[in-house]
Nanobody, 124 residues
């Protein structure tokens, strides 16, 4: 079983940047796609970004495209989410997850292991 640990969340101002990290404890995470999701209070968990096993293919939710960048470092089994020009509507708990496949999809159903989440709060 893989253990995922997110870090990097916090309180920032409208327009600021933040970089989240997700470290996988299992070496075989390197064979799987990974993704970031977020969940605001009272809302369903929603897709943010995904990356395939070797980092060669990425996808983003329309709401974050051109402002967020997903990446991964295979050597350290770590995935990142660089978030620029943050808006108050980005306030949520952010979760990382490992895909069941070599690619990363947009549905939570395609992911097997999840981190505990890290809070991101963007003040207006």
């Amino acid at each position: 079983q893989a253990q995922l640990v997110e870090s990097g969340g916090g309180l920032v101002q409208d327009g600021d940047s933040l970089k989240l990290s997700c470290t996988c404890s299992r070496r075989t995470c390197s064979n799987n796609g990974m993704g970031w999701f977020r969940q605001a209070p009272g809302e369903e968990r929603e897709f943010v970004a995904a990356i395939n096993w070797n980092g060669g293919t990425t996808s983003y939710a329309d709401s974050v495209k051109d402002r967020f960048t997903i990446s991964r470092d295979q050597a350290s089994s770590t995935m990142y989410l660089q978030m620029n020009s943050l808006k108050p509507e980005a306030t949520a708990v952010y979760f990382c997850a490992t895909s069941l496949y070599a690619t990363g999809g947009r549905s939570t159903a395609g992911y097997r292991y999840w981190g505990q989440g890290t809070q991101v709060t963007v003040a207006s």
